[in-house]
């Protein structure tokens, strides 16, 4: 793995594929590292011909962690924007800082959950660096609460960090049963060697606070995805309880000619069983863009 200097910040990446091949940016999200994509999958979209590029946002892994007061989750979704630190704009700008010190022109930029929000961020502040875009398991909004999680998806979300290595383990197990995909196979020890491996790399818990509410100061875009003007794929699962599925109908709504996936049994995660459907898409989507 390797580092840029961006925004003030040392962020990490990882690179799969030929750097001779277009770049894919993947945009992970909240709290999760750059390993939450997993290698395999990493590995499908470069043998599909791209330089992908994974990274860990700030306040996550071994990417800078920011400074300043600590959030209160509770006054930013009382309404307090001055909780945050920064916005996801700034998060869009760090991912424009990887490509620019990979001197990576424009890619392909794809973003799941909180990174879905990142992407689309880079698409409307940097139209020039983002050749199409894909948002997963997303929502063009940080305000969710019109259509919010359910009771226990909200649960998992909101619940003190683990305290240790084996609880986080447990957790995230146990977290996957609720808010990961009810027609796919869970497989416990990808799971679990994901978890242990992302701890190891860098647990970090105020990151996740920090994120949470920057997420939330973010307000609503919509009205700035009118104006994009590439191609755009929405892709989400129709068993998501974290984020529903009517947030992918009002992000692809929001944007003129974008395609909507919806993947029966799909949860908020990346089941194995969906690869080839998420990918197989991703694919198509990037090659409407054309040289462009």
Known sequence: ???????????????????????????????AQLVYWPDDFCDALAAEGFFVI?????????????SGP????????????????????DMAADGIGVLDGLE??????????????????MAIHHPDRVRSLCSIMSAPTGDMSSDPPSAEANAVLLRQPAR????????AIADARVIGSPDFTLDEHEVRVRTMRSYDRGFYPLGIARQFTAMLASGDWRHHLADLDLPVLVIHGAADALVRPSWARATADA????????????????????????????VANAGSAGNR
């Open 164 to 171: 240790s290595r084996a609880e986080a383990v447990t957790r």
């Open 104 to 121: 990576v022109g424009a890619a392909h930029v794809v973003g799941a959950s909180m990174g879905g929000m990142i992407a689309q961020h």
């Open 255 to 282: 944007i003129s000619g974008a395609e909507l996936l919806i993947i029966d049994g799909m949860g908020h995660d990346l089941p194995r069983g969906a690869w080839p459907s998420i990918i197989r898409a991703i």
């Open 1 to 31: 793995m390797s580092t840029v200097q961006a925004n003030g910040l040392t962020i990490e990446y990882e690179t799969h594929g030929e750097p001779a091949d277009p770049a894919l940016l993947l945009v992970m999200g909240l709290g």
């Open 70 to 89: 600590i959030p209160s989750v509770s006054k930013a979704l009382a309404g307090d924007r001055l909780q945050a630190t920064y916005t996801l704009i």
């Open 54 to 66: 994974r990274y860990d946002n700030r306040d996550t892994g071994r990417s800078t962690r920011t």
